[in-house]
């Protein structure tokens, strides 16, 4: 069965760091392009990032609102993928989906609040 | 600013057929931008219908499709069941970068 999980969401203050994992199964996490989408309270999504498959270039892309505060990375071998978020805002509160477009499988979601 | 537009809500009876659109602003919408839709329920992470314009999952039921219609993508929902009622999402590809449209709340009554 192909699964998402994804952990790590808390409350932050603003300017601060927090790192998502998304642990997946069922499919070989390195033969996949992976994208993390977010969705503040009441609204609708957001195309946070993705990064492509290592067959593809394993290279990564970012929403204008992220570029240069969020990075993309994966550990094969762990089967986990990550979002490292620096300097949180306000407005990056939102529950954080990693999903596969290809398989079209979402995990759970994480909820991230940034708050002082 | 690239923008995805659809339509904000539609309301429709059960057994009708109603489609949605996903416009962008920065032209037609061609098969290149990788069409997808999803499907939200209040409390539910997405759950996806249509990838690459057309292509269904396993799961999505059979009176789901998808197609490009007038220079927008589009999802047709060929006698629309009371569970169809959420929040429908397209998203667009552009080379390095995808979009979100805003999403149609569906209401079946």
């Known amino acids: 069965e192909v699964q998402l999980v994804e952990s790590g969401g808390g409350l932050v203050k603003p300017g601060g760091s927090l790192r998502l994992s998304c642990v997946v199964s069922g499919f070989t996490l390195s033969n996949a392009w992976m994208t993390w989408v977010r969705q503040a309270p009441g609204k609708g999504l957001e195309w946070v990032g993705r990064?492509?498959?290592?067959?593809?270039?394993?290279?990564?892309d970012y929403a204008a609102p992220v570029e240069g505060r969020f990075t993309i990375s994966r550990d094969d071998p762990k089967t986990t993928l990550y979002l490292q978020m620096n300097s949180l805002k306000t407005e990056d509160t939102a529950v954080y989906y990693c999903?596969?477009?290809?398989?079209?499988?979402w995990g759970q979601g994480t909820l991230v609040t940034v708050s002082s | 600013q690239t923008v995805v537009t659809q339509e904000p809500s539609l309301t429709v009876s059960p057994g009708e057929t109603v489609t949605l659109t996903c416009a962008s602003n920065?032209?037609?919408?061609?098969?290149?931008?990788?069409p997808n839709w999803f499907q939200q329920k209040p409390g539910q992470a997405p759950r996806t219908l249509i990838y690459g314009t057309s292509i269904k999952h396993s799961w999505t039921p059979g009176r789901f499709s998808g197609s490009l219609l007038g220079g927008k993508a589009a999802l047709t929902l060929s006698g629309v069941q009371p569970e169809d009622e959420a929040e429908y999402y397209c998203?667009?590809?552009?080379?390095?970068?995808?979009?979100f449209g805003g999403g149609t709340q569906l209401t079946v009554l």
């Open positions: 999903t596969a477009f290809s398989l079209g499988v």
């Open positions: 998203l667009l590809h552009y080379g390095g970068a995808a979009v």
């Open positions: 920065t032209g037609a919408v061609t098969s290149g931008y990788s």
């Open positions: 990064i492509k498959s290592k067959t593809d270039g394993g290279t990564t």
